[in-house]
C-alpha cells in the first residue's frame, strides 16, 4: 500500500512538476516580454516628448483652442500626457504577447474579448473629452455672459452648466462601456434632476433680485426726453 | 417717382447709398429721399434705397439727373450690426462700380437728422479734392460714442498714424480708386466697414474727415452690450492682424484735413449713475479673473483687483493700464489664447470701470475739457505702442 501511496505521489509531483516546466518558459517569455515592452516604452516616450517639446505641442494646442486639456494632464502638458499614454499602451502590448506565451487559447480568448472591447473603451474617452470641452466653454460662455447680465450668482450658474454636461458625459461613457448600466441610469437620472431642480431654484431666487431691480429702474424711469448720458455708440 | 434697376442705367457720376437704421419708418426715408433729390446737382447720379413701405413721394421732374435705385440687401439688422452693414455698404459699392462712379456717400446714421449737407460733405472732397475716403466727424457730448471714444478712435491712430476721429464711420464718401479695392477684395472678407479706413491708410490713399453736425442714435440696449463690443471690436482686430506688417512700421500720428465747421454737443445735464457700470467692473473682477488671467500678464491683474477693491470716490483706472488690457486683448485674439467670442465678450466689464473712470473724471467738464481727456488718452496709446510691436513679435517672452 505503501508502496501505491508513494507512486501516487511520486506521478503527482512529476506531473505538476512537468506541468510547472512546461510553463516556465511561458513566464519567462512573459516576463521578458514586459521587460522588452517597458524599454521600448522608455524608449520611445523618450524620443516622443523629445520631439514633442520641439514642435511646441503645449503651446500649439492651446493656439487650437484645447486649453482646457493641460488642467487633466500630469504637471499641466498635455505632451506629457500624450507620451505616457503611449507608454502605457506599448507595455499593455507586451503583457497581451507575454501572456499569449503562457496559455495560447486562455490568451486568445482575452485578447478577442478585449479587441471587442476596444472600441467601447475608445468611444468612451472620445466621449469623456469632447464632453469635457464642451463642459467647460459652456461653463465659461454662461460665467461671461451672466456677469456682463450684471447677475451675482453667475458663478453658481456656471458650475451648475458645467456638471449638468460632465455628468450627462459621465453617463454616456460608463454606458459606452457597459458598466452598471441599470445603476448609471438611475444615478443619472437622480443627478440631472437634482442639478435642474437646484439651477431653477438659484435662478428662481435670483430673479427675484433681478425683477425687483427691473421693476425699480421702472419706477425710477426718467422721463422720455432726458435720455442715458452714456451712449455706447 | 420712377425707381430703376442697375441694368436700367448706364453710368451715373456719383452713387448714393441710404442704410437706415430698421427701427425707421418708411414715411422718414421718403422725406429724405425726398429732401436729397431736391438738391441741385451737377451730373447724373444715383439714389440707392432699400425697398419703400409705401410709395407716396413726388414723381421726379422731367430731365431729373436723379435716378433712384431700390435695393432690398440695404438693411440693418441690430442682432448682427457689423455683419448686416458690411453687406449692405458692400451692395452700394458693387452698383457704383458697375455704374462707374467717380465717388460714392454712403448714409448709415439714422435718417431724422440727416441733411443734406451730410451728402455734400461727404461727396465733394472726393470729387473736388481727390481725396479717396471722407470720414465722418459727428457734434458729440463727451459720452457719446464710448466705444469709439476708448478703443477705436485711439487704437486706429496709434497703429495706423492717422487722427481718424470715426474710422467705423458709419457714413463715408469713396473715391472709385478705394472701391476698385474693397470690391476686388476676396468675398472672405466679410467686413467692409472697419476696413475702409485701415485700407486707404495702408494703401495711402489720402483721406481726410467732414463734421456732419448732430447725429441722432436709437435708444442703447445695456443688455446687448458684450455683443456690441464684440461684433465692433471682432473686425477692427482681425484688421489689426491682417495690417501688422503696417502699423509695426508706423510711428506717432498725424492730423487729417478736415471740412465743415467742427461742432460740439454740450454735457447732458441729468445726472450720470456710474453706480451700474462700477458694480459691473467689480462683478467682472470677482468672476472673470480667471478668464482675464488667460489674456492679462499678472501686473495689468493686480492692477485691475486694486481697482475692484476701491470705493466710487476714488475710482480711477489708470490710462496705461486701460491701454495695456487693449493692446493684450488684440494680441489674445490673434493668438486665439481663448474662443474671439468669449474673450471679446470677457471685455465688457473692464471697458464698463474705464467708462466709469472717465464718466468721474468728468462729470462737470466741459467739451474742450473732454477733448483735452480723450488726446492725453490718445497719447498714451501711442507711447505704448512699443509694448504692444514686442508683445505681438515676442508674445512667448516673459511679461510679468
Known sequence: MWDQVGQNLYQSTVGVLSRLASLLPGFVALLVAVLLSVLLAWLIAAILRRVLRAIRFDERLDSWGFTGLADYSPQQSPALLVTRVVAWAIVLTGLVLGLGAIEATLTSQLTLRMFDYLPSVATAILVLIVGTIVARYLARSVLIESVNMNLHYARLLSLGVKWLVMVCTIAMALDQLQIGSGIVHLAFGILFGGIVLALALAVGLGSKELVTRSLERESSRIPEDTEEPIRHM | ?400
Not at chain 2, 434697376?5 to 422718414?28: F, K, M, N, T, Y
Not at chain 2, 442714435?217 to 471690436?233: G, I
Request: aromatic share 8%; proline share 8%.
Open chain 2, 1 to 400: 417717382m420712377a425707381e430703376s434697376g442697375v441694368e436700367q442705367i448706364e453710368s451715373a457720376d456719383a452713387v448714393i447709398g441710404l442704410v437706415p437704421p430698421a427701427s425707421r419708418d418708411g414715411q422718414s426715408l421718403e422725406n429724405t429721399i425726398a429732401r436729397i433729390v431736391a438738391m441741385p446737382i451737377p451730373g447724373k447720379v444715383a439714389l440707392v434705397h432699400p425697398l419703400l413701405s409705401s410709395n407716396h413721394m413726388e414723381p421726379l421732374k422731367d430731365g431729373s439727373l436723379w435716378r433712384l435705385i431700390a435695393s432690398p440687401q440695404l438693411t440693418q439688422d441690430p442682432s448682427a450690426l457689423a455683419q448686416s452693414l458690411g453687406d449692405s455698404f458692400r451692395a452700394t459699392f458693387e452698383i457704383a462700380v458697375k455704374l462707374n462712379a467717380r465717388a460714392c456717400a454712403v448714409v448709415a446714421s439714422d435718417l431724422s437728422a440727416t441733411t443734406v449737407d451730410w451728402v455734400s460733405l461727404l461727396l465733394t472732397p472726393v470729387t473736388d479734392e481727390q481725396f479717396d475716403l471722407v470720414a465722418p466727424c459727428y457734434a458729440r457730448h463727451p459720452f457719446e460714442g464710448m466705444i469709439n471714444r476708448a478703443i477705436v478712435y485711439p487704437l486706429v491712430r496709434a497703429l495706423y498714424g492717422k487722427q481718424i476721429r470715426n474710422p467705423m464711420g458709419p457714413d463715408f464718401g469713396i473715391s472709385s480708386r478705394l472701391l476698385q479695392r474693397i470690391t476686388g477684395a476676396p468675398r472672405t472678407r466679410p467686413h467692409t466697414l472697419p476696413s475702409l479706413a485701415a485700407e486707404a491708410i495702408t494703401n495711402e490713399m489720402p483721406l481726410c474727415q467732414s463734421h456732419l453736425g448732430t447725429r441722432t442714435y436709437a435708444a442703447p440696449d445695456f443688455t446687448n452690450l458684450s455683443s456690441l463690443l464684440a461684433q465692433v471690436l471682432g473686425p477692427v482686430f482681425l484688421d489689426v492682424e491682417r495690417y501688422a506688417a503696417h502699423w509695426q512700421r508706423a510711428r506717432g500720428s498725424q492730423p487729417i484735413r478736415e471740412f465743415g465747421q467742427p461742432m460740439y454737443a454740450d454735457t447732458p445735464a441729468n445726472a450720470m449713475d456710474v453706480s451700474r457700470l462700477i458694480d459691473s467692473f467689480q462683478l467682472g473682477a470677482r468672476n472673470l479673473l480667471e478668464v482675464w488671467g488667460i489674456v492679462l500678464p499678472p501686473s495689468t491683474l493686480v492692477e485691475l483687483r486694486r481697482l475692484a477693491r476701491s470705493g466710487a470716490a476714488q475710482f480711477r483706472m489708470p490710462d496705461v493700464t486701460w491701454v495695456h488690457v487693449v493692446y493684450d486683448f488684440a494680441l489674445a485674439h490673434r493668438l486665439r489664447t481663448i474662443s474671439r467670442d468669449q474673450m471679446l465678450r470677457a471685455l465688457t466689464p473692464i471697458y464698463l470701470g474705464w467708462v466709469a473712470s472717465y464718466a468721474l473724471e468728468l462729470e462737470h467738464a466741459s467739451p474742450e475739457a473732454a477733448e483735452q481727456r480723450l488726446e492725453k488718452l490718445c497719447v498714451v496709446f501711442e507711447e505704448t505702442k512699443s509694448y504692444f510691436v514686442s508683445r505681438w513679435r515676442w508674445p512667448d517672452r516673459f511679461n510679468p
